[in-house]
């Protein structure tokens, strides 16, 4: 089951990013209208199944390193965690609510794309107010769960889009506010190790929401925090258009700032991942694909040079 959401899920995307670029101009949304109902009739599935779980993965391929085994082991902590208030609200279990939740995003995306703006809006609201039951303590307070930071994030974003949209930037503010808070806690908890107390060896960063449906062998932490920290970046971009569009330019310009700098950042935090993986490129996939390495390590440094010169420019 889990294999055949991922292939729907590839395929849903190439739809609606790839394909979609071929669509006549007559018919310019055909392919998201495909991939639309790709994804509804996952959705029908995943809600008539009611045994999903983690029994579809080789639970060996996660114990070939420590690393791997405290992965394994704390998503299958934080989703057990999430397992009576799944069950209790929404009457499935952890794993099938937040593999649903996905698809539901994914959805929401396509009805914003295809114009369907009040439907995307709605969807995305309830995304945010079903991710939040399962992220507040009995003081009504935020708690970190790496499950659902990065997914609930791109919610935000994704409303503040449609909000800005609508001219309606009271609401982009208030969505605002909750990022900068959800970011703090993600800062103050992603350092924590929730399995053993009292040892920093191994962080707890946010997943990426397709691992929803199962853990990617591929991605390290460094590119889950990446991708992440990417994530909150354009959400400061759009600060800084939701500031201009209220005429306050002193903040703008602020967050423009911390936009590019975080962007020098992050392409710094990338070459240097070129560095490190340059000669293992060169022995496991050969000197054609290690070309292409480098060639995209100098349009970095290219772009870096441009981004330096962004940053220093004082508001």
């Known amino acids: 089951m889990l294999n055949q959401l991922k292939q729907a899920l590839k395929e849903y995307l190439y ?3 790839v394909e979609c670029k071929n669509d006549d101009e007559e018919t310019p949304y055909e392919s998201k209208y495909k991939a639309r109902k790709l994804i509804e009739s996952q959705l029908e599935q995943i809600r008539s199944n009611l045994s999903i779980d983690e029994s579809d993965n080789d639970h060996n391929e996660y114990m070939k390193s420590l690393e791997m085994k405290h ?3 704390t998503y299958g902590h934080f989703m057990r965690l999430l397992e009576t208030e799944c069950m209790n ?3 499935v279990n952890s794993k099938q609510f937040l593999i649903i939740k996905l698809f539901e995003f994914n959805l929401a995306k396509n009805y914003a794309e295809t114009e369907e703006i009040e439907s995307g809006a709605k969807l995305f609201a309830q995304l945010v107010q079903q991710l939040d039951t399962l992220t507040l303590n009995k003081h009504l307070e935020q708690v970190y769960n790496p499950l659902i930071f990065n997914l609930k994030l791109n919610c935000f974003m994704e409303l503040i889009i449609i909000w800005s949209i609508r001219s309606d930037f ?3 503010l208030k969505l605002l506010a909750q990022i900068d808070e959800a970011y703090a806690i993600y800062k103050q908890d992603s350092n924590k190790n929730y399995l053993i107390i009292d040892d920093d060896n191994y962080k707890t960063m946010p997943f990426d929401p397709t691992e929803l449906i199962s853990i990617d062998t591929r991605l390290t932490n460094e590119i889950r925090r990446n ?3 990417s994530v909150y970046t354009h959400c400061l971009f759009y600060s800084a258009q939701v500031y201009a569009k209220l005429d306050d330019k002193e903040k703008s310009a602020y967050y423009c700032q911390m936009t590019l700098q ?3 950042d992050q392409f710094n935090n990338k070459m240097t991942t070129l560095d490190n993986d340059q000669d ?16 995209n390590k100098n349009d970095l440094t290219i772009l870096n040079q441009q981004l330096q010169e962004k940053v220093s420019f004082q508001p």
């Open 15 to 17: 739809l609606n990013y």
């Open 71 to 73: 992965l394994y082991e």
């Open 170 to 172: 009271k609401k982009c």
């Open 280 to 295: 293992s490129i060169v022995k496991e996939e050969g000197e054609a694909e290690a070309t292409t390495a480098i060639a």
């Open 262 to 264: 975080r962007q020098l």
């Open 89 to 91: 609200k929404y009457g």
């Open 227 to 229: 991708n992440f920290e």
